[in-house]
């Protein structure tokens, strides 16, 4: 049996239920700092357990509260129990496994196991993470209260569901931008990203922004399978959403890069007329090497070549684009420069002075949004 480390983390807070999610939060951002501290990882954490007054309060199979845990631990979700406190707010401790020294050896391309974590971790050089997320999360729900047209669904599973925003005072059908969120595939909702409808939204553009059930419910192949039924629910209601059926385009970014690039490359790209990647994961062979790929379910290489956009090829008829972060690891600014050059040398933008996270604010305005409508106003056939 490996030797366990212990470590607790509490939060007193007010235990009113509009206190009880942000006491649950701060309690989360403990435990992970304290995880941080030992230098253990969220693959390391072996259980949780949460207590509180009124434990139904923060349950972990509260759709709200199983995003947060994936927002700060990712799609490692160790086991959680809940149980009632005679104490005030949300106590977590939690048992890990006892710190290991790092493994030397190269895993990939010349990288060990911890180098390449850190190449492809999104926020090992981003302050403030839990600001971001919070701004994410306020702003979208706000946006949203504001704009949603429709709650549309496309499947029978919980996650299978579309927001659908349409721009005021039309005349007539108008063309439609699929947004696709990241996350890892792990995490995120689409109400966190509502606010980069703006643009698009502005521009004259119907914006859909799916959903999709996360990882380790769902392997890559799930996801990919569910998206391809979004874009043909999209295509097919297009008419009756007020939407012109000849003019749809599909964007993502980070983990939605990767699945707009696959849908770009797979039947339903005849639905479409432009695909635009923002940060993705093209060459998914790094991420196989790492904890990720077994909830991913990446059961050899031949699968993840399968699901990896850079060993496929667009239809012939898509316009291509790409765009990440100037301040962004190395490997990401890798896997977007080779993927535009071998996807017919697509114009692949390098964005100063932006990292993984706020490279979105520019679908609002300056030259992301530029190039995005660019990219869909010349991404139909013939022009």
Same mark, same amino acid.
């Given at each position: 049996?490996?030797?366990?480390?212990?470590?607790?983390?509490?939060?007193?807070?007010?235990?009113?239920?509009?206190?009880?999610?942000?006491?649950?939060?701060?309690?989360?951002?403990?435990?992970?700092?304290?995880?941080?501290?030992?230098?253990?990882?969220?693959?390391?954490?072996?259980?949780?357990?949460?207590?509180?007054?009124?434990?139904?309060?923060?349950?972990?199979?509260?759709?709200?509260?199983?995003?947060?845990?994936?927002?700060?631990?990712?799609?490692?979700?160790?086991?959680?129990?809940?149980?009632?406190?005679?104490?005030?707010?949300?106590?977590?401790?939690?048992?890990?496994?006892?710190?290991?020294?790092?493994?030397?050896?190269?895993?990939?391309?010349?990288?060990?196991?911890?180098?390449?974590?850190?190449?492809?971790?999104?926020?090992?050089?981003?302050?403030?993470?839990?600001?971001?997320?919070?701004?994410?999360?306020?702003?979208?729900?706000?946006?949203?209260?504001?704009?949603?047209?429709?709650?549309?669904?496309?499947?029978?599973?919980?996650?299978?569901?579309?927001?659908?925003?349409?721009?005021?005072?039309?005349?007539?059908?108008?063309?439609?931008?699929?947004?696709?969120?990241?996350?890892?595939?792990?995490?995120?909702?689409?109400?966190?990203?509502?606010?980069?409808?703006?643009?698009?939204?502005?521009?004259?553009?119907?914006?859909?922004?799916?959903?999709?059930?996360?990882?380790?419910?769902?392997?890559?192949?799930? !996801?990919?399978?569910?998206?391809?039924? &979004?874009?043909?629910? =999209? @295509? *097919?209601?297009? %008419? $009756? #959403?007020?939407?012109?059926?000849?003019? !749809?385009?599909?964007?993502?970014?980070? &983990?939605?890069?990767? =699945? @707009? *690039?696959?849908? %770009? $490359? #797979?039947?339903?790209?005849?639905?479409?007329?432009?695909?635009?990647?923002?940060?993705?994961?093209?060459? =998914?062979?790094?991420?196989?090497?790492?904890?990720?790929?077994?909830?991913?379910?990446?059961?050899?290489?031949?699968?993840?070549?399968?699901?990896?956009?850079?060993?496929?090829?667009?239809?012939?008829?898509?316009?291509?684009?790409?765009?990440?972060?100037?301040?962004?690891?190395?490997?990401?600014?890798?896997?977007?420069?080779?993927?535009?050059?071998?996807?017919?040398?697509?114009?692949?933008?390098?964005?100063?002075?932006?990292?993984?996270?706020?490279?979105?604010?520019?679908?609002?305005?300056?030259?992301?949004?530029?190039?995005?409508?660019?990219?869909?106003?010349?991404?139909?056939?013939?022009?």
């Amino acid at each position: 049996m490996p030797k366990r480390d212990h470590a607790a983390a509490s939060t007193v807070v007010g235990t009113s239920e509009a206190e009880m999610p942000a006491a649950l939060r701060l309690a989360l951002g403990e435990a992970a700092r304290a995880m941080f501290d030992v230098g253990a990882g969220p693959a390391d954490v072996l259980a949780m357990r949460w207590s509180a007054r009124v434990p139904a309060m923060i349950h972990p199979a509260q759709v709200h509260v199983d995003l947060l845990v994936r927002e700060i631990f990712g799609g490692m979700q160790p086991v959680i129990s809940v149980r009632a406190g005679d104490h005030d707010g949300v106590r977590i401790e939690m048992s890990m496994r006892a710190p290991q020294p790092p493994d030397p050896r190269p895993v990939w391309n010349g990288f060990s196991a911890a180098e390449l974590a850190r190449a492809y971790s999104t926020r090992a050089t981003v302050p403030n993470m839990a600001g971001i997320f919070e701004g994410w999360r306020s702003n979208g729900a706000a946006f949203r209260a504001r704009n949603l047209a429709a709650e549309l669904v496309y499947g029978r599973l919980p996650a299978q569901t579309i927001d659908l925003y349409l721009p005021r005072r039309t005349t007539g059908p108008v063309p439609l931008w699929i947004f696709i969120h990241g996350g890892y595939w792990q995490a995120i909702d689409k109400a966190d990203n509502a606010q980069f409808a703006a643009g698009m939204l502005g521009s004259g553009y119907a914006v859909a922004m799916p959903n999709y059930t996360l990882a380790p419910a769902a392997s890559l192949d799930d !996801i990919v399978r569910e998206m391809q039924a &979004a874009v043909a629910f =999209l @295509a *097919a209601e297009a %008419a $009756a #959403l007020g939407c012109d059926p000849a003019a !749809i385009h599909i964007a993502g970014h980070s &983990a939605g890069g990767h =699945l @707009a *690039a696959m849908i %770009a $490359a #797979l039947p339903e790209a005849s639905l479409v007329r432009s695909c635009l990647a923002l940060s993705g994961l093209f060459d =998914l062979l790094p991420l196989s090497r790492l904890p990720m790929g077994g909830m991913l379910r990446f059961d050899d290489d031949a699968t993840v070549a399968r699901l990896s956009p850079d060993r496929l090829r667009p239809h012939d008829h898509i316009r291509v684009g790409v765009a990440v972060g100037g301040l962004e690891s190395r490997e990401f600014q890798r896997q977007s420069s080779a993927f535009a050059a071998r996807w017919g040398n697509a114009p692949c933008h390098i964005i100063a002075g932006r990292h993984h996270f706020d490279l979105l604010d520019g679908l609002n305005g300056g030259d992301l949004l530029a190039f995005a409508r660019q990219l869909a106003a010349r991404g139909v056939a013939g022009e």
